[in-house]
Structures are given as C-alpha cells and as structure tokens.
C-alpha cells in the first residue's frame, strides 16, 4: 500500500510468486484430478489464501493481510485460479472471512529488474519493516528458494515468519517452513474422503 509515496506494511504480510503458484496447482489439478477420476474446477483463490494464512499459525480475528503477488508482464493471469487475472481482478481489492480483512495488490517488476531479483528485494523490504510481526513468503523454490535463509539470518523482532513450498528446504530457526500443497488442495475443492 503507498501512502504519500511512501511504502506502508500491515502487520501482517503473505508476498507471493504468482507464475510458482499457478504452476503449482496446474500441476497438483491435472495429478489430482487424475487420481480421483474427476476434472478439477479453478482453485478458489479466496479459499487459498485463508489456508494459506492458517497454515502460518495466523489466528481468526480482526486482521489486516496484506497479500502482495509479484508476476511477470508477460504472465499476467494465474489461470489456475478463479478470480486469476493480476491486473484486472486481484490488484487493490480486498475480501473479508473470519481470519480478517485480505488487502490484495500486484506487483510487476520494471524493466530494470527481473522477477528474481524483485521477489528477493521486497523479501528484504518487508523482513526490514518494524510494523510487519507475521511475514509469510510463497517463493519459486526452484528459481531462487536458497537465498531466502541468508535474508532470513539477519532478520530480528518478527513474531514469525513461514515459507510455504513443496520441497523442505534444511531446517532453520530463523523461520517455519509449510507445505504449500495442502493449501492448493483444499483450494481445488478435494474432500478428504476422495483421496
């Protein structure tokens, strides 16, 4: 959120690769859907999110999340997901549920950074942001996933950070790692009795 030019931070932060998650559940939609003899419908953004948060040990109440996606122009719909379009449907809006107020906004690297090298910057920013206590991180592991502990390792006064990915990287103390996938599968709508 920009107030007077300035970069403000809610308390608590989700930043995420929007191109690693439409990946990822294309892919975990197209295994599972296999599995269970049905097709898959989008996965419910909304739904994710929540899931997304709860598996960051964020509590319901009155929370304020700010959810910021970064993309790719050139990949601009997650079409995994329904709403999916970054600049149409998912940038300064919001939604409410029992965990709080979800604040979306889309970022898009300039010409002058790759999306690499801008996911690991606004890792950096937020990590450095006094008001943010809860920072939750959805990286591309594959791409740049191994530099997020060397930011992580100078990083004091947060009540708590989380990576969710599919691949648990080396233990660490400076934050919690979680398993994407199961956010990504209650998203998709698969019942527990299906698989």
């Known amino acids: 959120m920009v107030i007077n030019n ?14 690693y998650i439409n990946k990822v559940t294309k892919d975990l939609s197209q295994h599972f859907g296999q599995v269970i003899g049905r097709e898959l419908p989008k996965a419910d953004l909304p739904i ?3 899931c997304v948060a709860m598996d960051a040990a964020i509590q319901p109440g009155d929370n304020v999340l700010q959810v910021l996606f970064v993309y790719d122009k050139n990949e601009n719909k997650m079409d995994a997901f ?15 549920s029992q965990l709080g107020e979800f604040q979306l906004n889309t970022f898009e690297p300039s010409d002058m950074a790759d999306k690499e090298a801008f996911f690991l910057e606004s890792v950096r920013l937020i990590a450095d942001a006094k008001e943010v206590k809860h920072l939750v991180v959805v990286p ?28 648990p990287p ?7 790692w979680e398993m994407l996938g199961y956010a990504v599968l209650q998203a998709l709508g698969i019942r527990s009795d299906e698989l």
């Open 6 to 19: 300035e970069l403000k931070f809610a308390e608590k932060v989700i930043l995420i690769d929007a191109a």
């Open 48 to 50: 994710f999110l929540e």
């Open 82 to 96: 329904n709403p999916g379009d970054l600049k149409k449907e998912l940038n300064d809006v919001a939604f409410k």
């Open 140 to 167: 591309s592991e594959m791409e740049y996933g191994d530099k997020l502990p060397e930011i992580f390792d100078k990083v004091d006064g947060k009540e708590s950070i989380h990576v969710l990915g599919m691949n």
């Open 170 to 176: 080396t233990p660490s103390d400076k934050y919690h």
